[in-house]
């Protein structure tokens, strides 16, 4: 069937309107009609090519939420009419330790992408979700179940929400635990909301004194700006657990310097550069580590969203239509936006 989408025809180009095929659900598959998909990213950098591997036409997006609008013969778990999402990954290959254990996004054999992954289907690649429809295998559908005037917020739950809740959950995080998260964006936004609800001490790292009030609103105890040398030295040695959010490359070792003895600090944000070296004494003599983290499984990202929906936890967005893609990019490049752009799919069909 042919669908609408906005996508990219080369990295030079602007996104921009076009029709795009989808196959008929099989025997296992999940048809749904797309109502929203937020703006990763990851989206940016797959558009431009800045990571290598990008094949065009490119249509991205892998924070979808829509409704089931067909089945096939063998579904189970979904019903038309049900509210689903669908995140970053549409396939595994389901033999591999990792797949076996639920985390499929370590996939031994590479798991297959919402968007730019190989693919049987037409043109040989996935078109992710900045369309009209989208067919996906019942294994990596995932249920919402947020009441509908929240739909569009949830989108970037099914990446920025897992990306910052895997990690969290990983190193257990909860109470009597003091948590710094580095980056007030669109992913460390989720990480104050997430580590808040998971009752521990939430400290908020900005570059940035202004900031601070919002970082309180969405749960931090504490705000530090990074720049200040004096309020940095107070928390010397004293977290369990920093998650690093930030995708540009930084000096790791003003926030390794604030680990307790075997504390952790994880990274989620992907630098176009590397960071400068960490200082390897830091982390010898407390025993810290260094760690990094992607995404999550499909039965983790379910109990996100069921976490989320349990403690009314969606993201804070801007909401745009389709055609507003290219100058979101450019707002997105300058950190103008609080926290998420989401697309009303709707749109599409204007």
Not at 15 to 40: H, K, N, T, Y
Not at 136 to 143: A, E, Y
Not at 250 to 272: I, Q
Not at 276 to 288: E, M
Request: net charge negative; with cysteine; hydrophobic share 40%.
């Amino acid at each position: 069937m042919t669908v609408k989408a906005y996508g990219a025809h080369a990295a030079d180009q602007p996104l921009v309107g076009l029709d795009i095929e989808r196959r008929a659900p099989g025997p296992g598959d999940v048809q749904i009609d797309i109502a929203f998909c937020g703006v990763c990213h990851s989206d940016l950098h797959t558009v431009r090519s800045e990571w290598s591997g990008t094949r065009y036409p490119c249509v991205p997006g892998h924070e979808i939420v829509g409704r089931v609008s067909a089945v096939g013969g063998d579904v189970s778990g979904f019903k038309v009419g049900d509210t689903v999402g669908v995140g970053c990954l549409v396939d595994s290959c389901q033999h591999c330790a990792a797949c076996g254990e639920g985390l499929e996004q370590y996939c031994t054999n590479g798991f297959t992408g919402t968007y730019n992954g190989a693919t049987q289907d037409p043109p040989g690649y996935t078109l992710g979700g900045y369309s009209q429809r989208i067919v996906v295998d019942q294994r990596f559908v995932l249920r919402i179940r947020h009441p509908d005037a929240q739909l569009a917020a949830v989108a970037p739950l099914l990446c920025a929400g897992i990306t910052t809740y895997s990690p969290l959950r990983h190193w257990n995080v909860g109470p009597g635990k003091k948590v710094g998260i580095v980056g007030i964006g669109g992913l460390g936004h989720m990480g104050i909301k997430l580590a808040h609800a998971m009752g521990a001490h939430v400290v908020a790292f900005t570059t940035s004194e202004s900031k601070r009030a919002d970082a309180h609103k969405l749960g931090a105890d504490e705000v530090v700006v990074s720049r200040d040398a004096s309020a940095m030295a107070a928390h010397a040695g004293s977290f369990d657990f920093i998650l690093d959010t930030v995708a540009a490359p930084h000096v790791l070792d003003a926030f390794t310097s604030l680990l307790k003895r075997d504390g952790t600090l994880c990274l989620v944000g992907v630098p176009a550069d590397p960071h400068p070296s960490p200082s390897i004494g830091l982390l010898i003599f407390g025993r810290r580590s260094i760690a990094g983290s992607l995404i999550g499984g499909i039965a983790e990202t379910q109990e996100m969203l069921d976490f989320c929906a349990e403690h009314g936890i969606v993201s804070d967005i801007e909401m745009i239509p389709a055609d507003g893609i290219n100058e979101a990019y450019e707002r997105m490049l300058r950190s103008d936006v609080k926290y998420r752009f989401v697309i009303d799919i709707a749109s599409l069909a204007a």
